[in-house]
């Protein structure tokens, strides 16, 4: 995984609130079906993409990955927990949430579309306010800044091989985020 300098006073004001200070995300292109409880990253995968990692998946805005970041599926996201809309945020600290990540890679050529869809749940101790990068757990670690969702059922390790072969062929890749 990525090593992530978090500020904890990023959810400060209301630029955090409305996530429309982030320089990536297109304003002119409308939320998640204008659903308050959908966030969607779009990132691209990279020849070091190996989902190896049995508990956790990530997405980060670096641009970069080495071997070691076994558990990170996409670079280069053009948004971050920081970026979702507060009432995504107070959604998925709801211990009743269910958080379902949805990761589709379109394939080149006869490979097709690839999709996984991760479930876990939501819980009042997610902060879900880091600049860099995000995190879903099958534990239910929330200390991290960067945790999405927690008692995932499946991780990095977990996901269909020809999706992760695509990502690792650094294909275009979608995150969708659904808390309810």
């Known amino acids: ?12 004001g ?8 982030d320089p990536r995300a297109d304003p002119t292109e409308p939320r998640a079906e204008s659903d308050p409880h959908v966030e969607v990253v779009r990132a691209r995968g990279h020849e070091n993409v190996t ?3 049995a508990s956790t ?3 980060t805005t670096d641009e970069w990955l080495t071997p070691a970041g076994d558990c990170i599926l996409g670079v280069a996201a053009d948004r971050t927990p920081r970026d979702f809309s507060a009432g995504f945020r107070e959604a998925c600290r709801d211990a009743d949430a269910t958080i379902t990540a949805t990761i589709t890679v379109e394939g080149d050529g006869d490979e097709g579309t ?10 009042p101790g997610l902060a879900l ?4 990068s995000m995190v879903g757990r099958t534990s239910g670690y929330t200390d991290d800044e960067r945790t999405i969702l927690v008692d995932a059922d499946a991780a990095a390790a977990d996901l269909d091989r020809d999706l992760v072969a695509a990502l690792a062929d650094g294909a275009d890749v ?3 985020l659904e808390v309810r």
């Open 1 to 12: 995984m990525s090593d992530v300098d978090a500020n904890a006073d990023a959810s400060d």
């Open 14 to 21: 209301p630029e955090a609130e409305s996530g429309s200070t």
């Open 51 to 53: 989902a190896e990692h």
């Open 57 to 59: 998946f990530e997405f």
């Open 114 to 123: 690839h999709t996984e869809a991760i479930v876990g749940r939501g819980d």
């Open 129 to 132: 306010v880091d600049d860099r």
């Open 174 to 176: 979608e995150l969708r």
